[in-house]
């Protein structure tokens, strides 16, 4: 039978699904017939759980304005990486090729 | 401009081909990909940015220095990595730089008070209290004023407080773990690329950090309403 310090070791791997199959039946066999472990289990997966479930939200449209801004300045750059050709050469052939429409 | 690196070549990973779609239309300037992008990491960009620096207002900045950075160096970006391992490691490089600033500009000494000195508080408590004074009011305010995940509301604002709370109290590294791996879901592989950490130190991490906030939340749920119950019916 697992041990409590045992199934403490183990109890990340058990929530994150990593234990090995047989770990994982000693892990749960040993939480059924102890009552802190379950408890110590319950917790760490609610916990999880409200983690997941912290709200998420959009960027701000003020900075997604201010960034859509700088896309396209950057883009009317005559100097700017993107506003140049992309050129490089084929591996297979050895010729050079025009990547841009 | 921040300066940044890329991730050292054993730490990329190779791109799907939605990824390759993806970058394809950042490099050809495709506004509505880029906002796309913008808002869909937006909440985990900002999350990781506060595991480094003091208020949101910094964090913000933090992830519009991250993206104008992108902006420049997408077309040089060889896809070597997925878009968001390489968002993230500018991100991380850029928050990690204005957090060293920040605490050299206010020294952790300077938050303890003749009065909290007096009462024995802790400077790291001092921190963590003068982080959540910074965000404006409290750690609902990281959440307010935007459009959220219509399930997110099933959080209580006064648990989805405690919970932040408990991640604000934590060291940088254990607060990157969690956030990555349990708030947005990410695997432990892509943790430790992002975060540079093998398996093992990222396992110890993660561990550390949810004993923290597992203690916090406990000490919070068995005062309150709030059952833990109510969340346990996949257990074995």
Known sequence: MMTCREAAASLDDFVDGRLPLMRRQAFANHVHACSTCTQVLKEVRCTRRLLRRLPRERMPDPMKNRLLDELRRSRSLPDSPRAAPRIRIAPTLGTTHNHRK | MPNVSLPPPQERRAASDEDRLLLGALRDGDESAFAQVMDTHFSSMLRLALSHVNDRASAEEVVQDTWMVAIEGIGRFEGRSTVRTWLFHILRNIARGRG?????????????????????????????????AAAGHGHAALWAGHNSDPEAELLAGELREQLETALATLAPRQREVIVLRDVEGWSAAEVCNILGVTDTNQRVLLHRAREKVRHEMRQYLSGSDLCLDEYDDDLP
């Open chain 2, 100 to 132: 060293r600033k920040d605490d050299r500009l206010r020294p952790l000494s300077a938050l303890q008070s003749a009065d909290a000195a007096a009462a024995g508080i802790d400077p790291l408590e001092r921190l963590v209290d003068a982080r959540a």
